[in-house]
């Protein structure tokens, strides 16, 4: 049995990386080994809706910071007072029965796992416009003018992280079919290489 894979998609707001996420295994699953998609652990309140376990781990900050010291987790941040991060028992075991793991994380929390996964594919997400991204951020209709400004800025600073990934996808509009074929082509690409260290065991 080959060990899994971590794939880590990062990609600014509007990207579109769930919908490129859900598009490929719709169309490309079956051909694809199991997923599973990482879940953070996060001390902010859980809102009215989230179950836990599936959107966050949600735990208050002491017990965060007893998992962050005991070297529970694969990365973290802290974003708007809140602390965000990555259980590391749940990935690791999810790899060694072989599956390929998920993680969609902001490019800070992608580079920590980069140092701690030596094997881990980074993904980034974008169209090859701004004015691409804008337009779905305005298509929501969710955000105000501050908001989406904020986000095409927080966008373009993402963006000079990119030379730190393995690969990119473009998710330009009425493309999401190419992203989607591309993101699978990409996962049996790396399972399929005797490189980055990976474990390979044949059965008997």
């Given at each position: ?7 880590v998609l990062?990609?600014p707001s509007g990207?579109g990386?769930?919908?490129?996420i ?14 599973y998609f990482?879940?953070?652990a996060?001390t902010?309140?859980r ?10 781990h ?6 965060f910071?007893?998992w962050?010291?005991?070297g ?7 974003f ?6 990555t ?9 060694a ?5 998920l ?5 800070h929390g992608a580079l920590q796992?980069?140092t701690?996964?030596?094997?881990a594919?980074?993904v980034?997400?974008v169209?090859e416009?701004l ?6 951020l305005?298509?929501r ?7 989406i ?7 373009k ?6 030379g ?15 992203a989607?074929f591309?993101l ?5 690409h ?12 044949i059965?008997?």
């Amino acid at each position: 049995m080959i060990e899994g894979l971590p794939i880590v998609l990062s990609g600014p707001s509007g990207s579109g990386k769930s919908t490129v996420i859900r598009t490929m295994l719709e169309k490309y699953g079956r051909f694809l080994p199991h997923f599973y998609f990482s879940v953070s652990a996060t001390t902010r309140a859980r809102r009215e809706g989230e179950q836990e376990g599936v959107h966050y781990h949600f735990v208050d900050r002491d017990t965060f910071g007893q998992w962050r010291r005991d070297g529970e987790l694969l990365e973290w941040a802290e974003f708007a007072g809140n602390l965000y991060g990555t259980p590391r028992r749940p990935v690791k075991q999810h790899l060694a029965n072989g599956e390929t793991v998920l993680l969609d994380l902001e490019t800070h929390g992608a580079l920590q796992i980069k140092t701690a996964m030596h094997q881990a594919i980074l993904v980034f997400v974008v169209p090859e416009k701004l004015s691409y991204l804008e337009k779905r951020l305005r298509a929501r209709a969710t955000e105000n003018e501050e908001t989406i400004a904020r986000r095409i800025q927080t966008a373009k600073h993402e963006l000079q992280a990119i030379g730190e990934y393995h690969y990119v996808i473009f998710n330009n509009e009425n493309e999401v079919d190419k992203a989607a074929f591309e993101l699978a082509a990409i996962i049996a690409h790396d399972r399929c290489r005797l490189a980055r260290g990976r474990h390979l065991k044949i059965q008997e």
